[in-house]
């Protein structure tokens, strides 16, 4: 079965630090990957996606992220943190041929300091 | 477009009682999904569906049942409910398997 690690439940960054959020998924055939965040009692908005069109994909409010096939890996990064980052972050991914399904990671707290 | 509507917000159920989530979409999307969320867990697949008159379960499908009468409407039922169940449960829809997928705003469910 499909699964997705997220490494660290809680990360701490100052203002203006970058920002690293890991994201490990294991497949035999590379999925769909997806980053999603969760302000407080919210629901989930859509960072970005990769869906195999380019390594390197960007999203919104400055995150992007880098799928590393080698490495199943699809860490999310930021260049420099605002307080308005702090959230939950999820990692996510749509196994191949089985549209409609999103298997989570366990999520990770981002808290900004200023 | 209203998106994604879940209701209730709020529900307080005491053990063995049954009611249903409303989730319903209005993006003409074919896929949705029902997920619960507890701390530490992420959130975790309950049912979905590729279509109406179509569901297949998820990882947790123990004490709930769907079904998909139209495009529009996909409720969650929960039959006898348990302590368990207390979570936040979202509903999302997607037109296709590789798009976003699309939440709506979260029910809170309490179960005593």
């Known amino acids: 079965a499909q699964s997705v690690t997220q490494l660290g439940s809680h990360v701490s960054v100052s203002e203006g630090a970058l920002v690293l959020l890991r994201c490990n998924y294991s497949s035999s055939v590379p999925p769909y990957l997806f980053w999603y965040v969760q302000y407080p009692n919210q629901g989930l908005q859509l960072l970005l996606k990769?869906?195999?069109?380019?390594?390197l994909v960007k999203g919104i409010n400055g995150f992007e992220a880098e799928f590393k096939k080698s490495e199943t890996s699809f860490h999310l990064t930021k260049p420099s943190a605002h307080m308005s980052d702090a959230a939950e972050y999820f990692c996510?991914?749509?196994?191949?041929?089985?549209?409609?399904?999103?298997?989570f990671g366990q999520g990770t707290e981002l808290s900004v300091k200023p | 477009n209203a998106g994604v509507t879940q209701t209730p917000k709020f529900q307080v159920l005491k053990t063995g009682q049954s009611m249903t989530l409303q989730c319903a979409q209005d993006?003409?999307?074919?896929?949705m999904s029902w997920y619960r969320q507890d701390p530490g867990m992420g959130l975790r697949l309950i049912h979905y569906s590729v279509g109406a008159g179509i569901t297949d379960q998820g990882e947790v499908p123990n004490g709930y049942n769907v079904s998909r009468s139209t495009t529009e409407d996909f409720p969650l039922r929960l039959l006898s409910a348990a302590p368990s169940q207390t979570s936040v449960y979202f509903c999302a829809s997607t037109r296709t398997g590789v798009d976003e997928q699309f939440f709506g705003p979260g029910t809170r469910l309490t179960v005593l």
């Open positions: 996510a991914v749509s196994p191949y041929n089985q549209g409609g399904k999103l298997i």
């Open positions: 993006m003409n999307h074919e896929y």
């Open positions: 990769y869906t195999s069109a380019a390594t």
